[in-house]
């Protein structure tokens, strides 16, 4: 079956303008997760969400940051008036339902989009 | 938040030998993930372990919550296991993961 796909694999723009980065969940994942991660780090938590409603946002930096799902299946990744320290490597993950415990579950990430911001 | 620490951040192999990674953290969990991201950046989930002892192949990972680390041993290294090697606990009832630095293999032929 399909993995996790992402879209674009890389995003090149310049300082200032507003890009939107795409996931597609595996079929039937009600998790989604994205991460970013920087040269020699781990991914770093930016928002999770469960169906459609984002669960925890915590991990976003600014509120030039925003994501979306709104049928609970692709979600989009938005962000207004791009700097350069926002260049990185943007994963995102999917994973089953959650459960009543709220803990996650075996995640299984997609390939990233390398954005550089000029 | 929960603080990860991955040993040794650096590690060179010869072909054949084993090696033992850890991961420290400092709150209690509710699981533990480890992840292995291959040259190319692909991450892949090796192991979803809150406790206990698991084996798949020539990997196995122990994860003692009580006593707040994991390991993960690698037998028999082959040249593609190089890569990074990433814990990643999830503290009680979060919902959500925090990696660690991560470990960088390299084995050599």
């Known amino acids: 079956g399909a993995g996790v796909s992402q879209t674009p694999s890389n995003k090149v723009t310049e300082k200032g303008k507003y890009v939107e980065l795409r996931c597609d969940p595996i079929?039937?994942?009600?998790?989604l997760y994205w991460y970013r991660q920087s040269l020699g780090q781990g991914p770093e938590f930016l928002i999770y969400?469960?169906?459609?409603?984002?669960?925890?946002d915590s991990g976003l930096p600014n509120d030039r940051f925003f994501a979306v799902r709104p049928e609970g299946s692709v979600s989009t990744l938005k962000i207004q008036r791009t700097e350069r320290g926002d260049s990185a490597v943007y994963l995102c993950?999917?994973?089953?339902?959650?459960?009543?415990?709220?803990?996650?579950?075996?995640?299984?990430f997609g390939p990233g989009t390398r954005l550089t911001v000029l | 938040g929960i603080q990860v620490e991955q040993s040794p951040p650096d590690l060179i192999l010869q072909e054949g030998a084993n090696s033992t990674l850890r991961c420290n953290f400092s709150?209690?969990?509710?699981?533990l993930q480890w992840f292995h991201q291959n040259p190319w950046g692909q991450l892949i989930n090796l192991f979803y372990i809150p406790s206990g002892t698991k084996q798949n192949g020539r990997l196995s990972a122990t994860t003692v919550a009580t006593e707040r680390y994991s390991l993960l041993y690698i037998s028999s290294s082959q040249t593609t296991d190089s890569g990074v090697y990433f814990c990643?606990?999830?503290?009680?009832?979060?919902?959500?993961?925090?990696f660690g630095d991560g470990t960088t293999l390299t084995v050599k032929p």
């Open positions: 969400f469960q169906g459609t409603g984002a669960a925890d």
């Open positions: 993950a999917s994973s089953p339902y959650l459960g009543q415990r709220r803990s996650t579950d075996t995640q299984y």
């Open positions: 990643a606990p999830e503290i009680t009832n979060a919902g959500k993961s925090t």
């Open positions: 079929s039937g994942h009600t998790a």
């Open positions: 709150d209690s969990v509710n699981n």
